[in-house]
């Protein structure tokens, strides 16, 4: 009886084995999560690149890498995550790549950008047969709403932390009960247990003879084995043999993978982004033209230095040691550029040289806010 007892328990941890193994999951690498408000993600991994849109606190972004601004200031982050952009980004591309009947891209891919140009930063690319919902053109450029997952963006790393683990556990599955095999499968028994017969009972018991259609009981007295068959079932009693099951479980599998192996690819990351991807001119150096172009500058708002000015305020650059963006000027009455004075700001208008000024740029504000 107790070797049966064994043999169901070994069953029964065999069946359960594939449920304990699936119980040790590998979590996850978490996403970065936004700690601030209005947060930039710029179309390269520098504060004087494009920004492609601001985001809200808490947001969850897809983290495809990181890369570092060997030049940036010390006031200036220098550690960037690579994140895949939220849909929805506004982002232009070449109106010609565009079926103007179906709104479809034409080539087998065309590069989407950071503005209205070909001077403006590459942000991704949309494949060819991609809808895209059109919301304005410029110049033969049109700008677009980003399809999910086509555009890559950067944001400083010191604005983001990282999500919270999850973990699930997946449900364990019960096998199916396992039938105790019948009492007449014990081979040694079913050698020494006699035929059936009726058993007559004492005169005057009062108990009714067993019918021939049960097996006989056997008493313990009543039973006479070999000692040869007896001292093989003597180790029967102990169930220590059914442990030799459990060294096949996977727990101590990942126990002999060492933490350090994370350090030792972590120079690769740095190493393997070439520099030139990450070197992003200053903004003085971006080429003005006579059109006017909608353009973001980010600057710091200052008086207008020379007498000749064609405003009262400038836009200087935030960088040290670096000259001024351009002139501010607008017509909309609930604009007070005043009001910015020595403030660092998001001025977003219409960019142009004028033939009185042709060395300073002139911005025609349209909205102007706080930068990060």
Known sequence: M?????????????????????????????????????????????????????LKKDAVLVARGESMDPKAPADEPREWVEVTAPAGAKVWVFAALVDPATKTIRPAKANL???????????????????????????????IAAPEGSVIGYIAKSLTKPAPEKTTVPPVVIPPAVKPPAPTASPALATTSPSRRPVPLPAGSGKPSISPGRSIPIEKEAVSLPLTQLTPASPAP??????TVAPAQPEPSPIPEPAPAIPAT??????????PTVTVPAQ????????????????IVGLA??????????????????????FLHTDNPEIKISSWRWRRVLVTGEEYIDARWPKSALIKVTAIQPAY
């Open 2 to 54: 107790k070797s049966r007892i064994t043999a169901i328990v070994a069953l029964l941890l065999l069946a359960l084995l594939p449920s304990l193994m699936a119980l040790d999951i590998q979590p996850k690498p978490p996403g970065p999560v936004i700690t601030t408000g209005n947060a930039n993600l710029r179309a390269k991994p520098s504060m004087s690149a494009e920004i492609l849109v601001s």
């Open 113 to 143: 950008r950071a503005g209205p140009g070909r001077n403006y930063a590459e942000v991704g690319h949309a494949l060819q047969g991609t809808v895209v919902q059109e919301l304005r053109s410029s110049d033969g450029w049109i700008q």
């Open 238 to 243: 102990s169930p220590r043999p059914a442990e």
């Open 266 to 275: 972590e120079p690769t990351v740095a190493t393997s982004t070439p520099e």
């Open 284 to 299: 003085p150096e971006i080429t003005h033209t006579d059109k006017p172009r909608v353009v973001i500058r980010e600057g």
């Open 305 to 326: 230095t020379s007498p000749q000015a064609p405003g009262d305020y400038q836009l200087n650059n935030f960088r040290k040691g670096e000259g001024m963006i351009g």
